[in-house]
């Protein structure tokens, strides 16, 4: 049971990180390969916050959010210039430089050894410590995060942002703003996930860099892709397919040396196929162009 | 003097996988990943022949050949088929990043994921005028640079050399004069996967190898070809030249866990300043697309 409460907290985290990589995929069509660094980002600034401050779950999400939406002009005013490869060679290098800073900043984040004893979320003098609490409070966060996402989508400004990833030019005809629409997208979706980031900080309780690493941007980017971009439910199917098939793969017999490698290896298939015959994702409406 | 030349040699090498990138990335516009496959692999190809007992001239000979072949495949099976059905860029790039990581995890999964080496021992040094060079130093800075120049002249002087150009320049152009561009662009692999693999060899006699050390390799080759210019088959190797000596001046003065912060870095500074690059040519950005 707690195995299972287990993988639903890790869907909820990653949940939100798909919704948000969507928004910039899938609505602002850009190939965003910085995410995982703005995660870690997110919950580094939410650990220290909570450990040196000794600052409550909340204002320390607060936090991480308004940190990695600040930090979010790093890749979001390139992409006023950049688009396609030279926006993918960006964000590349605003991934390796930030997972650079997260192990190299030693006196800040403690470098490799990362940050232990992050204390669990708690609201109103009520500590979700048990699994079950902390399963329910994942949800209502992801849940949250869902909702406030769909509404947006829903708005005016997520046609512009549809409008924008179509016909960037046309748009700006029509006298519609398109950069400030890319650093509010770009904004909004590195402040989400960093609250998933800091999910998974409170989760786990202990963080290191190499959880932030270039694969991991890459795993997202996969459940985006393998799921489909340019609507609410395909990233929300990649997530789950990618976050429950590993775990699947647990009840073959394969022997532990090899898990983590064929893992990867259906990752990676998974891409091959999915480019060739399916380019829009399982459930996705938008084909990267 | 010493570090100059540490990096020189770093440089070097660097360049030749850094033209094996450009040979693609100028010919079809593939952001090559599935390269770092070819790199991570040659070198396994050549221990298992050694170990084996046909000897060093023969290994290296199949370890070439193994990486021709994987590298054409690439171009038929994948790319090739893509490219008929007109798959955008970043469906180009999804399904190389795919074939990478499904193939090094096959790697990993038969090699194992340790580092290996290709030689016993200590190398030899030399002291040549006050700098000191190991052997496999000196072997892998004279072959890369006989490599190099034997290709660039080749491209001046031969009739497929032009083809190159031309198709670096105008793939549609030279379809319509009458050239099999399908059979070219699988030529175009081949000499990437002959450069890649060469330089890989050199690189493991030098250094090591290990499964994972591939992407990390192309991901340098793709800044050296920007920083080179794209389009142009002589900026990839100035370009890595100047990277390998930037990054053992890192290493030497401040740390090398700087070093990949330090290459992003200068390739965030040339996309802003000179996003042509050092040889190309200049145009919008947003044109090339």
Not at chain 1, 279 to 285: D, Y
Not at chain 2, 102 to 130: F, H, K, M, Y
Not at chain 2, 259 to 277: C, I, N, S, W
């Amino acid at each position: 049971m707690n195995y299972l409460l287990h993988l639903l907290i890790y869907l909820d985290i990653y949940l939100i990180v798909t919704m948000s990589l969507n928004l910039l995929m899938g609505y602002g069509g850009l190939l965003q390969v910085a995410h995982a660094a703005y995660y870690g980002i997110g919950a580094y600034v939410a650990a220290l916050a909570m450990l040196k401050f000794g600052w409550g779950f909340f204002p320390a999400v607060g936090l991480a959010v308004v940190v990695a939406g600040i930090l979010s002009l790093a890749v979001s005013l390139p992409a006023w210039r950049f688009r396609g490869d030279y926006f993918v060679m960006v964000s590349l290098a605003v991934q390796s430089v930030g997972y650079s800073l997260l192990y190299n900043w030693v006196d800040l984040t403690n470098g490799p050894f990362g940050l232990t004893g992050i204390p669990r979320p708690s609201i109103f003098g009520y500590e979700f410590d048990t699994i079950g609490a902390v399963t329910l409070f994942a949800s209502v966060t992801a849940g949250m995060c869902i909702l406030c996402t769909v509404l947006l989508l829903k708005s005016p400004w997520g046609r512009l942002l549809k409008a924008m990833r179509d016909d960037e030019l046309a748009a700006r005809s029509l006298g519609k703003n398109t950069r400030m629409a890319k650093l509010q997208a770009f904004m909004l979706a590195c402040a989400l996930v960093a609250v998933a980031g800091s999910l998974y900080a409170t989760y786990v309780s202990y963080i290191d860099p190499t959880s932030f690493t270039l694969d991991e941007s890459i795993l997202m980017l996969s459940m985006v892709i393998v799921g489909g971009t340019g609507n609410i439910r395909g990233p929300l199917v990649g997530a789950l397919i990618l976050i429950t098939l590993p775990e699947l793969l647990r009840f073959v017999q394969i022997p532990d040396a090899v898990a983590a490698n064929v893992r990867l290896m259906i990752y990676g298939l998974l891409l091959v196929l999915m480019a060739h015959f399916r380019p829009q994702g399982v459930s996705g409406t938008y084909r990267l162009q | 003097m010493q570090i100059l030349f540490n990096g020189l040699i770093q440089g070097l090498l660097l360049a030749l996988v850094g033209l094996g990138f450009a040979l693609v990335y100028n010919g079809t516009g593939i952001f090559h990943i599935a390269q770092g496959v070819i790199y991570a692999g040659a070198p396994f190809i050549l221990l298992m022949c050694v170990q084996a007992g046909v000897g060093w001239s023969v290994g290296v000979v199949l370890s070439l050949l193994f990486a021709v072949v994987l590298s054409c495949l690439y171009e038929v099976a994948n790319h090739g088929p893509l490219q008929k059905r007109e798959a955008s860029k970043e469906i180009h790039l999804i399904a190389s990043l795919g074939v990478y990581i499904s193939l090094v995890q096959v790697i990993a999964i038969i090699w194992g994921n340790e580092t290996r080496a290709l030689r016993n021992g200590v190398d030899e040094t030399i002291n040549l005028a006050g700098v000191i060079l190991t052997h496999s130093q000196l072997l892998g800075g004279a072959a890369s640079a006989a490599l190099l120049a034997a290709f660039l002249i080749w491209l001046k002087r031969t009739d497929i050399g032009l083809q190159f150009r031309a198709l670096s320049d105008n793939p549609t152009q030279l379809s319509l004069m009458g050239y099999n561009i399908r059979r070219l662009r699988v030529v175009v692999f081949a000499l990437s996967g002959l450069l890649t693999a060469a330089a890989a060899l050199l690189m493991a006699v030098d250094i090591g190898f290990d499964p994972h050390s591939g992407l990390q390799m192309v991901l340098l080759a793709m800044v050296a070809t920007i920083i080179g210019g794209r389009g142009s088959f002589l900026g990839p190797i100035v370009g890595a030249i100047m990277l390998g000596i930037l990054r053992s001046q890192v290493v030497w003065y401040a740390s090398a866990r700087w070093e990949e912060a330090m290459t992003f870095l200068l390739l965030v500074m040339f996309l802003f300043l000179r996003p042509q690059g050092l040889f190309g040519q200049a145009g919008r950005v947003e044109a090339q697309l």
